[in-house]
């Protein structure tokens, strides 16, 4: 099992940036894949941007590209979701998750083993 803990999150205004970060830790060796998802009240969950763990490979919701920037450190065991020019409809709690089956990042919740408890992201107008 790996264990995932998110911080960043917070209160901004349109159009700020905020960087989450996904501390993991336990058997970081069977992570192929990480992701952040997001989810708002009232809402399922969505995925937002995926990482391969090993290798380049990244994915990310249309809603999301090119104001959205997904890393790593693998050194650090951390992956970061750098969030630009943030918009209202950006508030929710986002979650990072891990995958131990999929080397490169897929979009389904239920394709991720393990997940973090969240941090809370909003946007005002």
């Known amino acids: 099992q790996v264990q995932l803990e998110e911080s960043g999150g917070g209160l901004v205004q349109a159009g700020e940036s905020l960087r989450l970060s996904c501390a993991a830790s336990g058997r970081t060796f069977s992570t192929r894949s990480m992701a952040w998802f997001r989810q708002a009240p009232g809402k399922e969950r969505e995925f937002v941007a995926g990482?391969?763990?090993?290798?380049?490979?990244?994915n990310y919701a249309d809603s999301v590209k090119g104001r959205f920037t997904i890393s790593r450190d693998s050194a650090k065991n951390t992956v970061y979701l750098q969030m630009n020019s943030l918009k209202p409809e950006d508030t929710a709690r986002y979650y990072c998750a891990a995958s131990s089956r999929y080397y490169i990042p897929v979009i389904q919740p239920d394709d991720y083993d393990d997940w973090g408890q969240g941090t809370q992201v909003t946007v005002s107008s």
């Open positions: 990482i391969s763990w090993y290798g380049s490979k990244t």
